[in-house]
């Protein structure tokens, strides 16, 4: 009896390991999109979700989705 507890406890605890180390995976391996190439923030897409301040800018011609900084005046 006490042994399939520990069995049971033990392919419980693998299995958590498992599910957490294949997150680390999946993020790794995940890019979401290809690199955008441009040339100037036109190039870039525009957001079709309300994602304020967050906006697509050309970095380095490839577009990165940025956070503006604010201006201080």
């Known amino acids: 009896m006490q ?3 520990n069995m ?3 392919l419980k605890f693998v299995h958590a390991i498992l599910l957490f180390i294949s997150l680390f995976l999946i993020a790794k391996n995940d890019s979401g999109f290809e690199y955008m190439k441009c040339k ?9 979700v309300s994602m304020f301040p ?3 800018k050309c970095i ?5 989705f940025v956070r503006p900084m ?3 005046v």
């Open 3 to 5: 042994g399939e507890k």
């Open 54 to 56: 967050f906006r697509w």
């Open 70 to 72: 604010p201006m201080n």
């Open 8 to 10: 049971a406890s033990n």
């Open 40 to 48: 100037s923030n036109i190039d870039c897409p525009e957001t079709t």
């Open 60 to 64: 380095e011609e490839i577009c990165e």
